[in-house]
């Protein structure tokens, strides 16, 4: 596909649980880059790929939430142990360029999973 | 401690009238300025950005203004339409090997035919 797509786009999961969400960016794409958004903020970043090294998880709330891209192409963020608090739609973006570039290099996001912990 | 801020969650403007959009930042470091538009369902699309070193970026109907010494800039729409009724974030990015975008928590814009 011509966008980034990312998979499923909406779970439900038992309060313990342990979820997996996938993303597919835009085919070529060095970077890649996770983000957590509650329900009425905006996107918080939780992790930064370049190709297939994890350059950045500052932003993982928690040991719970791991994130992998082996192969520097798709990534999957897994959430253990999922807690009502993780409920947000987690939203997959790629970038052609890699960090440290001159100028901006625009980020194209996927549509989202919608995680809800109940 | 929010570093990029929109305190307007919702704006309503006639169709053809300007719509302008507010962003408040406290950290002067950010290097470049981003807004986002979203439609229900679907993940932010860019729409325009600004390098800190310049004031105003136009890109048709769309002109960011950024003024630094205030830490602020807006978005302005003109002439507004109903296709452009959506949630528009603020983003900053610090540049260098730190891409990562700092999101405002969105406006509501809704353009009334």
């Known amino acids: 596909g011509a966008g980034v797509s990312q998979s499923p786009r909406y779970k439900v999961a038992k309060r313990g649980q342990d979820v997996a969400l996938r993303c597919d960016p835009i085919?070529?794409?060095?970077?890649l880059f996770w983000y957590q958004q509650a329900l009425g903020q905006g996107p918080e970043f939780l992790t930064y790929?370049?190709?297939?090294?994890?350059?950045?998880k500052s932003g993982l709330p928690s040991d719970r939430f791991f994130a992998e891209r082996p192969e520097g192409s798709v990534s999957t963020l897994k959430i253990q142990r999922t807690q009502q608090e993780d409920s947000a739609v987690y939203l997959c973006?790629?970038?052609?360029?890699?960090?440290?570039?001159?100028?901006?290099?625009?980020?194209?996001f996927g549509p989202g999973t919608r995680l809800t912990v109940l | 401690d929010q570093q990029v801020k929109q305190n307007s969650p919702s704006l309503s403007v006639q169709e053809g009238r300007i719509s302008i959009l507010n962003c408040d930042y406290t950290?002067?470091?950010?290097?470049?300025f981003l807004w986002y538009k979203k439609y229900p369902a679907e993940g932010p699309t860019f729409l325009i950005s600004?390098?800190?070193?310049?004031d105003k970026n136009e890109d048709g109907r769309f002109t960011v203004f950024l003024n630094k010494s205030a830490k602020h800039l807006s978005l302005h729409i003109v002439p507004s339409q109903p296709g452009d009724s959506a949630v528009y974030f603020c983003?900053?990015?610090?540049?260098?090997?730190?891409?990562?975008?700092?999101f405002g928590s969105g406006t509501q814009l809704t353009v009334l035919p």
């Open positions: 983003a900053a990015d610090f540049g260098g090997s730190a891409r990562q975008l700092t």
């Open positions: 950290n002067s470091m950010f290097d470049y």
């Open positions: 973006a790629s970038s052609p360029g890699t960090s440290g570039g001159a100028g901006y290099n625009e980020q194209f």
């Open positions: 790929f370049q190709n297939e090294a994890q350059l950045d």
């Open positions: 600004i390098s800190s070193i310049k």
């Open positions: 085919s070529g794409h060095v970077s």
